[in-house]
């Protein structure tokens, strides 16, 4: 098994739901994205786990979503709980779903920067 999923699996009981860390895991982002989150997060010893995992290459594979992913991420923490964009993220939705909610409420950057992965080929 991947290192990095193993250290992510034994942790799970241990991170709460709402953290950004565990939205990035729900969301598949890249493990130092988890990683960054983690410190954020205030789980140093999980955040510590990963790092070293990733360090000796130990990872798994990029995937081309990881990117978006984690920048939905970086945007949920700066919208209000009860926005339907920030829930969706929350939930790891479809990205066609995210982008629709954003547009519906305003959110041009959330959307525009959808559109533009979508334009990229990342579905």
Same mark, same amino acid.
């Given at each position: 098994?991947?290192?990095?999923?193993?250290?992510?699996?034994?942790?799970?009981?241990?991170? &709460?739901?709402?953290?950004?860390?565990?939205?990035?895991?729900?969301?598949?982002?890249?493990?130092?994205?988890?990683?960054?989150?983690?410190?954020?997060?205030?789980?140093?010893?999980?955040?510590?786990?990963?790092?070293?995992?990733?360090?000796?290459?130990?990872?798994?594979?990029?995937? &081309?979503?990881?990117?978006?992913?984690?920048?939905?991420?970086?945007?949920?923490?700066?919208? &209000?709980?009860?926005?339907?964009?920030?829930?969706?993220?929350?939930?790891?939705?479809?990205?066609?779903?995210?982008?629709?909610?954003? +547009?519906?409420?305003?959110?041009?950057?959330?959307?525009?920067?959808?559109?533009?992965?979508?334009?990229?080929? +990342?579905?």
């Amino acid at each position: 098994m991947d290192p990095v999923q193993r250290i992510l699996d034994e942790s799970k009981g241990a991170i &709460p739901t709402n953290s950004l860390t565990a939205i990035a895991i729900l969301n598949n982002c890249e493990p130092a994205a988890v990683a960054a989150f983690a410190v954020n997060d205030g789980l140093q010893a999980l955040a510590a786990s990963l790092f070293s995992a990733i360090e000796v290459g130990e990872s798994r594979t990029e995937r &081309p979503l990881a990117c978006i992913r984690s920048r939905l991420v970086e945007v949920y923490r700066d919208l &209000p709980p009860t926005s339907r964009t920030a829930k969706l993220i929350a939930s790891a939705a479809r990205l066609e779903e995210i982008s629709e909610a954003a +547009e519906e409420e305003g959110l041009v950057s959330i959307a525009a920067m959808l559109v533009e992965a979508e334009q990229e080929g +990342e579905q």
